[in-house]
Nanobody, 117 residues
Framework: VQLQASGGGLVQAGGSLRLSCAAS????????MAWYHQAPGKGRMWVAD???????NYAGSVKGRFTISRDGTKNTVVLQMNSLKPEDTGVYYC????????????WGQGTQVTVSS
């Protein structure tokens, strides 16, 4: 299974970016998917997730600004980021995991987001 993230870039504070992550693998359908953020010099932090039932969860720092969604295949997850702040700068990683039946935990390679002040 491979997760390919894209959509990062440089944007001014207050701007928007749309990150996308596609999971691929023979017969694979992602159960839950999430995005994580690693700021420069810091650890990887959970940002948002979307569960197999469509429910979503957000970190307090991004609630109201970011929206996570999945496409009809459920193997592509999108993070719409609005009202970006300089502290949103860092590498964003997508994650696909299952916590039941067949357990797995897959990660994408990360995409860089830089928000200038």
């Amino acid at each position: 299974v491979q997760l390919q993230a894209s959509g990062g870039g440089l944007v001014q504070a207050g701007g928007s970016l749309r990150l996308s992550c596609a999971a691929s693998g023979s017969g694979f359908t992602a159960k839950h998917m999430a995005w994580y953020h690693q700021a420069p010099g810091k650890g990887r932090m959970w940002v948002a997730d979307i569960r197999s039932d469509g429910s979503t969860n957000y970190a307090g720092s991004v609630k109201g600004r970011f929206t996570i969604s999945r496409d009809g295949t459920k193997n592509t997850v999108v993070l719409q980021m609005n009202s970006l702040k300089p502290e949103d700068t860092g590498v964003y990683y997508c994650n696909a995991w299952s916590d039941s039946d067949s357990l797995y935990d897959y990660w994408g390679q990360g995409t860089q987001v830089t928000v200038s002040s």
